[in-house]
């Protein structure tokens, strides 16, 4: 049991406990990190098994319903979760403070509400379980214990969802069953599918039903007679001031079968629209005439035959003999017409001052709605929506409900457009997941700015070469929308990107071609060639060779091939001497002709001379 004074989470300081139940305990506390120090409750939920695998199960349980409070506390009529944390081993829940009380206090037995009373009720509650059923949840418990009429405004206030409890039966079933004579809910106010774990929408709508049926006859549901047949309520025996239309509405909503019953909130609501006059200046007679039904208080304000009286009117024959026959007979006031025309007074009183009111709440939804025009100017949207919402909820006038549902409607897609131009695509998205809009246009418009943020965000997913990703989301672009060829041209793009690109080819190997040698590039021999002098030419050569010559005739002779230099070299010689003198060779007597043949024969003697000489020194 967490004791009082504890500072939970660092945050909530616990002052007082509000109550205790088979799930954990209740709270009043202080937000000591705000200015104000704000009341909030908080609600424990101690799970009795500390077996890890519970504790598991538990803590998704109460993750994914402490989601489901948040966003069922956008409605201004359903306390706001401020925080749920674990702490010590149990989970805990804070949520706003309702100042105000239950109507358990105001539902008192033996005392009867008025028709006009309960509609207001219905309406309140229904408004309330239209935008809960919308978001896929049930209450489980709607009893007058769970719904607060608030101080600020008389306005009815749901509190208490089945969250909670939903969480402890499925991790304490054993417990579950003490604490509640049904899984979820309260005996008499729980339908029959309820009591046996398969609620439904409508179930709520059973429920709320009981509640009005309660205060209509001022009797527990669980101590109303059934038909022995259908095991119908039989209440309308203990509450004959309810007309025939309410009770029809109220029979609907309380049938056994949940196929018989309102499908949802809406179809209550619009039959509640539908109801005669009776609401606004028939029901004013029956809210009077139901304070006491012998009229005394009325007729006693009034001037009656037996108190005040009226006078016969003075005659010209008075103070004469009257003549033979019977008197005149004298005409007084009924009390009934006396009576009647009070009560008719009244009633157009009544009508008058409730005309006034409704003009002066028209006047004030009217400014509220400029209000929230100007929001939307401002580019405040999220404010523009809450506004909006609170405003189509309390309206009474359809026109200024349906204008006010319609500027809720535009807030929130000019909000997502608004993201979505300024490149904030993942949170565009998240906020478009959270919208569901029952009008076609509405809903076309949200899918296409939908579209639009996917196909952004694949984009900034591409710009960081995130290639998976980027395709994946660029694939959910339905092939209807206008978006779907460039998401397409997009896919094929970063296919390509994502692909390596194709490794190089090697190059062909070059045939080196065979080195060009010329006369100016040839190798030139390491041994320098040294011209030998010149040898005396011989006059005459022996007739009979020497042994030695024999010797060396004998042997093999090597000729080694002669360089081209050597071989050209004399005539290039010859030829710079004769470039270096050109008149000497052109100053003889001999033609030209004859003087090249001349020089040819003389370069010709030279070479096999110094081919001569060139072979017996390589012979010696």
Same mark, same amino acid.
Request: proline share 9%; charged share 20%.
């Given at each position: 049991?967490?004791?009082?004074?504890?500072? +939970?989470?660092?945050?909530?300081?616990?002052?007082?406990?509000?109550?205790?139940?088979?799930?954990?305990?209740?709270?009043?506390?202080?937000?000591?990190?705000?200015?104000?120090?704000?009341?909030?409750? !908080?609600?424990? /939920?101690?799970?009795?098994?500390?077996?890890? &695998?519970?504790?598991?199960?538990?803590?998704?349980?109460?993750? $994914?319903?402490?989601?489901?409070? &948040? /966003?069922?506390?956008?409605?201004?009529?359903?306390?706001?979760?401020?925080?749920?944390?674990?702490?010590?081993?149990?989970?805990?829940?804070?949520?706003? &403070?309702?100042?105000?009380?239950?109507?358990?206090?105001?539902?008192?037995?033996?005392?009867?509400?008025?028709?006009?009373?309960? !509609?207001?009720?219905?309406?309140?509650?229904?408004?309330?379980?239209?935008?809960?059923?919308?978001?896929?949840?049930?209450?489980?418990?709607?009893?007058?214990?769970?719904?607060?009429?608030? #101080?600020?405004?008389?306005?009815?206030?749901?509190?208490?969802?089945?969250?909670?409890?939903?969480?402890?039966?499925?991790?304490?079933?054993?417990?579950?069953?003490?604490?509640?004579?049904?899984?979820?809910?309260?005996?008499?106010?729980?339908?029959?599918?309820?009591?046996?774990?398969?609620?439904?929408?409508?179930?709520?709508?059973?429920?709320?039903?009981?509640?009005?049926?309660? $205060?209509?006859?001022?009797?527990?549901?669980?101590?109303?007679?059934?038909?022995?047949?259908?095991?119908?309520?039989?209440?309308?025996?203990? $509450?004959? =001031?309810?007309?025939?239309?309410?009770?029809?509405?109220?029979?609907?909503?309380?049938?056994?079968?949940?196929?018989?019953?309102?499908?949802?909130?809406?179809?209550?609501?619009?039959?509640?629209?539908?109801?005669?006059?009776?609401?606004?200046?028939?029901? +004013?007679?029956?809210?009077?005439?139901?304070?006491?039904?012998?009229?005394?208080?009325?007729?006693?304000?009034?001037?009656?035959?037996?108190?005040?009286?009226?006078?016969?009117?003075?005659?010209?024959?008075?103070?004469?003999?009257? *003549?033979?026959?019977?008197?005149?007979?004298?005409?007084?006031?009924?009390?009934?017409?006396?009576?009647?025309?009070?009560?008719?007074?009244?009633? @157009?009183?009544?009508?008058?001052?409730?005309?006034?009111?409704?003009?002066?709440?028209?006047?004030?939804?009217?400014?509220?709605?400029?209000?929230?025009?100007?929001? =939307?100017?401002?580019?405040? &949207?999220?404010?523009?929506?809450?506004?909006?919402?609170?405003?189509?909820?309390?309206?009474?006038?359809?026109?200024?409900?349906?204008? %006010?549902?319609?500027?809720?409607? #535009?807030?929130?897609?000019?909000?997502?457009?608004? @993201?979505?131009?300024?490149?904030?695509? =993942?949170?565009?998205?998240?906020?478009?997941?959270?919208?569901?809009?029952?009008?076609?246009?509405?809903?076309?418009?949200?899918?296409?700015?939908?579209?639009?943020?996917?196909?952004?965000?694949?984009?900034?997913?591409?710009?960081?070469?995130?290639?998976?990703?980027?395709?994946? /989301?660029?694939?959910?672009?339905?092939?209807?929308?206008? /978006?779907?060829?460039?998401?397409?041209?997009?896919?094929?793009?970063?296919?390509?990107?994502?692909?390596?690109?194709?490794?190089?080819?090697?190059?062909?190997?070059?045939?080196?071609?065979?080195?060009?040698?010329?006369?100016?590039?040839?190798?030139?021999?390491?041994?320098?060639?040294?011209?030998?002098?010149?040898?005396?030419? *011989?006059?005459?050569?022996?007739?009979?060779?020497?042994?030695?010559?024999?010797?060396?005739?004998?042997?093999?002779?090597?000729?080694?091939?002669?360089?081209?230099?050597?071989?050209?070299?004399?005539?290039?010689?010859?030829?710079?001497?004769?470039?270096?003198?050109?008149?000497?060779?052109?100053?003889?007597?001999?033609?030209?002709?004859?003087?090249?043949? %001349?020089?040819?024969?003389?370069?010709?003697?030279?070479?096999?001379?110094?081919?001569?000489?060139?072979?017996?020194?390589?012979? #010696?």
């Amino acid at each position: 049991m967490t004791p009082l004074s504890t500072c +939970l989470g660092g945050r909530y300081t616990l002052e007082r406990q509000l109550g205790q139940g088979g799930f954990g305990q209740t709270f009043l506390a202080r937000d000591e990190h705000l200015p104000d120090k704000p009341l909030r409750v !908080v609600k424990s /939920l101690r799970p009795k098994s500390s077996d890890p &695998y519970v504790l598991t199960i538990a803590r998704r349980l109460f993750d $994914a319903e402490a989601r489901t409070l &948040y /966003l069922l506390g956008t409605h201004d009529r359903i306390p706001q979760l401020h925080a749920h944390f674990e702490e010590g081993g149990e989970f805990f829940l804070v949520q706003d &403070y309702v100042a105000g009380r239950d109507l358990s206090r105001e539902l008192i037995r033996g005392q009867r509400w008025t028709p006009s009373q309960v !509609v207001s009720l219905l309406r309140d509650v229904l408004e309330i379980l239209d935008f809960v059923h919308h978001h896929q949840v049930i209450h489980r418990d709607i009893k007058p214990a769970n719904l607060i009429r608030r #101080d600020q405004d008389g306005r009815i206030v749901l509190i208490d969802f089945g969250a909670v409890k939903q969480i402890t039966t499925q991790i304490n079933p054993a417990d579950a069953a003490s604490a509640f004579t049904v899984a979820i809910g309260t005996p008499g106010y729980a339908p029959g599918e309820q009591a046996q774990g398969k609620p439904r929408t409508n179930s709520d709508l059973y429920a709320l039903g009981m509640v009005a049926i309660e $205060a209509l006859t001022g009797i527990a549901p669980q101590d109303l007679d059934t038909d022995p047949a259908s095991g119908e309520p039989l209440w309308q025996v203990k $509450a004959p =001031q309810v007309p025939g239309e309410l009770g029809a509405i109220l029979n609907r909503m309380v049938a056994l079968h949940p196929g018989q019953r309102y499908q949802q909130a809406a179809e209550v609501l619009a039959d509640l629209d539908r109801l005669p006059t009776w609401n606004a200046t028939e029901n +004013l007679a029956t809210e009077v005439m139901s304070v006491d039904n012998s009229g005394p208080q009325v007729a006693s304000a009034l001037p009656t035959s037996g108190s005040v009286g009226v006078p016969p009117i003075p005659s010209a024959t008075d103070g004469l003999t009257p *003549p033979t026959g019977k008197p005149a007979a004298v005409h007084r006031p009924r009390p009934w017409k006396a009576v009647a025309a009070g009560l008719g007074g009244v009633l @157009l009183l009544s009508a008058a001052s409730f005309a006034w009111v409704n003009h002066r709440q028209y006047q004030e939804q009217q400014t509220a709605l400029t209000g929230v025009q100007a929001l =939307q100017s401002k580019k405040a &949207y999220g404010t523009c929506q809450k506004e909006a919402q609170a405003l189509s909820l309390k309206s009474r006038g359809e026109a200024i409900a349906q204008q %006010a549902r319609q500027l809720q409607v #535009d807030c929130a897609l000019a909000e997502v457009q608004a @993201l979505a131009a300024a490149g904030r695509h =993942q949170t565009c998205l998240e906020l478009a997941s959270g919208l569901t809009f029952t009008e076609p246009a509405a809903t076309s418009r949200l899918q296409s700015l939908t579209q639009r943020c996917r196909l952004g965000q694949a984009k900034q997913l591409a710009d960081q070469k995130t290639w998976p990703a980027a395709i994946a /989301l660029a694939k959910t672009v339905p092939t209807d929308s206008p /978006l779907y060829g460039e998401a397409q041209s997009l896919i094929a793009t970063w296919i390509k990107a994502q692909q390596p690109p194709p490794a190089p080819r090697p190059a062909a190997p070059v045939a080196a071609s065979p080195p060009r040698i010329t006369a100016a590039s040839a190798p030139r021999p390491t041994t320098p060639v040294t011209r030998p002098a010149a040898a005396p030419v *011989p006059q005459s050569r022996p007739a009979a060779p020497t042994a030695t010559s024999t010797s060396n005739q004998s042997r093999p002779t090597s000729t080694a091939p002669v360089p081209p230099e050597v071989i050209l070299r004399p005539v290039v010689e010859t030829l710079q001497q004769r470039l270096q003198n050109p008149t000497r060779a052109s100053s003889g007597s001999k033609p030209s002709g004859e003087r090249e043949r %001349a020089s040819r024969r003389d370069d010709n003697r030279d070479n096999k001379r110094k081919a001569s000489k060139k072979s017996r020194d390589d012979d #010696d």
